[in-house]
């Protein structure tokens, strides 16, 4: 027997006060193990289902679709609110349908199927046009039945010029560019950019001088890298200071070459330096030469010519991978003064283990600048620097936000974020 609120008022009002008030915490599934099956009075007959209390079914409302912003386009963004009966209390939604079409009147076609609380999609299927026209419509999903929204749109994808959430990175890069330009303009003027010593540079002269007197010659190893990389265009410009110097000195310089494009560009290099100091006719294009561009029958090569021309210094500057201890370690045995540079972390402490002095990470672009002096690179080289400043005083400021509290280190990051 099924009483109805007329006949059982207070006994409805009181079953249906357990299910909408809070439960406690030791009890937090009792809300849950109530709507799965009627209460029964044993005594009375009394029985209450939880489906008394549901609110009837309702397709989603405010459904929109609008064009994804801040994309490259072939995007829409498309969001509804939640059909009645989705919520925290109850839970008669089963899920949600999407359709799309170009049309608003036909041709609509499943796109997904979302779950329950789902109440926005973002349609980035490549099969979009940039320009074209679409529509959209959303079903809730019922156990007795599956109620449609009408159709919205139309939603034109189309790309955006300018990401607005990226105001702060423009900000940045204006800084940047703009620090960048005056310190290269104040060093082409005389001004005097400082620039800390390194140990593995100021050494360079030291090791050439060593090698003069000995009467042996320098090994100049230019890495593994190609001739685009940032570490191997800095040791394009180390490998001209010392072929300048080799050539005021009168020794033999050896630059065994992984890469032809590489060996172009070292030929060119050693030729000018030796130009430069007027002995054009020293300069042997043979000691610039292409070995293999296998690792390590490269590898082997360059070993090979360390124990047979004994260089008294030998230079490894650019990228370089496992063969970096190998290199290491015969020119050790060789009794040469080993400089190293490179950007490849993980290699450092093979460098560091095995050679006299090491340039780590951003030495070697440093180095490069260093010995030089060209002001582009002189100027880029501090407006980094200062760039480093401002992002250090930026973790600084978020951190004591942070501490505050209020909000305030919230806000810090998501402005950074471009949020």
């Known amino acids: 027997m099924i009483f109805t609120l007329e006949k059982r008022p207070l006994t409805f009002i009181a079953f249906a006060l357990l299910l909408i008030l809070p439960v406690h915490s030791g009890h937090a599934n009792a809300q849950e ?34 064009d994804l912003p801040n994309d ?16 925290s209390v109850f839970h008669t939604v089963m899920g949600y349908l999407l359709f799309r079409s170009p049309s608003p009147d036909s041709g609509f076609v499943l796109l997904t199927r979302l779950p329950a609380g789902a109440d926005g999609y ?3 299927d490549t099969s979009l046009v940039n320009g074209e026209n679409y529509y959209y419509k959303v079903a809730s999903i019922y156990e007795s039945d599956t109620l449609f929204t009408g159709v919205a749109g139309p939603a034109v994808p189309k790309a955006q010029f300018f990401h607005s959430k990226r105001i702060p990175v423009l900000l940045f890069m204006l800084l940047f560019t703009g620090t960048a330009l005056y310190l290269i303009s104040h060093s082409k003027r005389g001004g005097r950019l400082y620039i800390r010593p390194i140990a593995g540079i100021d050494a360079v002269d030291e090791a050439i001088g060593r090698a003069t007197e000995m009467g042996r010659p320098i090994l100049f190893v230019p890495g593994l890298g190609e001739a685009s990389r940032v570490a191997t265009i800095a040791a394009f410009t180390i490998l001209a200071r010392v072929a300048r110097k080799v050539a005021e000195y009168q020794t033999r310089i050896i630059v065994p070459n992984y890469d032809p494009i590489v060996m172009t560009i070292c030929q060119e290099v050693v030729k000018e330096a030796y130009a430069s100091v007027g002995r054009p006719e020293a300069y042997d294009a043979k000691d610039v030469y292409f070995v293999t561009q296998d690792q390590f029958p490269y590898t082997a090569s360059v070993n090979g010519t360390m124990l047979r021309e004994r260089p008294a210094t030998n230079f490894y500057m650019g990228m370089f991978y496992a063969e970096s201890l190998i290199l290491a370690e015969t020119g050790f045995v060789a009794g040469s003064i080993q400089i190293a540079g490179t950007d490849q972390l993980i290699q450092i402490p093979f460098f560091v283990a095995a050679c006299d002095y090491t340039l780590m990470g951003e030495e070697l672009y440093a180095a490069s600048a260093y010995l030089s002096q060209e002001p582009q690179q002189l100027g880029t080289l501090k407006a980094q620097d200062w760039g480093k400043v401002l992002a250090i005083a930026l973790m600084f400021a978020g951190v004591i936000a942070y501490l505050f509290g209020n909000g305030a280190g919230e806000t810090i990051t998501t402005w950074v974020r471009g949020g």
């Open 33 to 66: 193990s109530i709507s799965e099956a009627p209460i029964i009075d044993s005594d009375s007959g009394f029985i209450f289902s939880y489906s008394l209390l549901a609110p009837q079914p309702g397709p989603p409302t405010d459904l929109t679709a609008d």
């Open 72 to 87: 490259k386009g072939r995007a829409v963004t498309v969001a509804w609110g939640k059909a009645s009966g989705d919520n």
């Open 122 to 124: 973002s349609d980035s």
